[in-house]
């Protein structure tokens, strides 16, 4: 999810409501749209040892979890995304200049407020009216689901297209984020890292790939497995022509990270990537190649 002033804003205005209800010390903020670091991890560890906000996150794609994400979202924003100062101050959020909208029911006059609303509408409570056929409200909550929706849906197709943003070939890989890294070393001591059966794994194992992203920025990431893939610059090995690619196992990309020039080169500059990609594949259980 792409975090926005908007969106920041109305999960912000909420939190100290929602502290209360939970029956914990409410936090007051330095700012109405943005995190400081500090507010962002005393968040983040809030959350951590709330069982119940735990079990929703993890549900992923139950009705608590439309819930919770933006909030861990919001926090993953303004830990690894958001510029901030030396002392963990957030800088303030940039002009907006994506499309305006006209008059609507929903009162909201650009792209991005539109987009937040209908983030934010699935985080509150009475939002179970829309999953609920025999709520009184729920035709309604339908109707203005559905009419939102429609109006992003309209707005973004006739929106012009955004200027690309990817590096054109032969342009320098931006330098590594020294604070990413070392967020990243400090993670992998964490002991939910190396153990899949610890509840706070899959938290941690986000927070090293969204560290990973703002230390490399470009770099993949293993889709649907925990961990961070090799850089694109370790390229696999050759294969006859016409074969079909293999499916890349734990002990494959461990194979080629050691191949990797920069393995045994500390001078090397993508030496710390590739030392921290074998040991996030490490971390994985080990695999073995399927049969031919």
Do not use: C
Not at 3 to 16: E, H, N, V
Not at 136 to 156: F, G
Not at 159 to 183: K, V, Y
């Amino acid at each position: 999810m792409t975090m926005s002033r908007a969106l920041a804003q109305l999960l912000i205005r909420d939190l100290p409501q929602i502290q209360k209800l939970a029956g914990v010390d409410v936090m007051t903020f330095a700012h109405p749209d943005r995190l400081t670091r500090a507010e962002a991890e005393k968040l983040l560890d809030w959350g951590r040892s709330e069982r119940r906000l735990r079990d929703a996150y993890a549900s992923k794609g139950g009705a608590g979890f439309a819930q919770v994400k933006p909030f861990f979202d919001l926090i993953q924003h303004f830990l690894h995304a958001h510029p901030q100062d030396a002392a963990g101050a957030p800088a303030e959020w940039p002009a907006y200049t994506g499309p305006k909208l006209a008059d609507n029911p929903f009162g909201v006059t650009t792209l991005e407020e539109a987009e937040a609303r209908m983030t934010w509408a699935q985080t509150r409570p009475e939002y179970a009216a829309f999953f609920d056929g025999k709520h009184p409200e729920h035709a309604a909550y339908v109707k203005d689901a559905t009419e939102l929706n429609e109006l992003i849906a309209n707005t973004r197709a006739s929106a012009p297209p955004a200027a690309p943003t990817t590096p054109t070939p032969g342009e320098n890989s931006p330098t590594p984020s020294r604070d990413a890294q070392r967020r990243i070393r400090e993670l992998m001591q964490n002991p939910a890292f190396k153990n899949r059966a610890h509840p706070d794994h899959e938290s941690v194992m986000e927070d090293v790939r969204a560290a990973y992203a703002e230390a490399y920025p470009g770099e993949a990431t293993a889709p649907g497995a925990p961990g961070v893939a090799p850089p694109a610059s370790a390229a696999p090995p050759a294969r006859p022509a016409g074969a079909a690619p293999p499916a890349q196992t734990r002990e494959m990309r461990l194979a080629e990270l050691k191949a990797h020039p920069a393995y045994g080169n500390r001078s090397h500059p993508e030496h710390a990537r590739v030392i921290e990609a074998e040991l996030v594949a490490l971390a994985e259980p080990p695999t073995t190649p399927s049969a031919a």
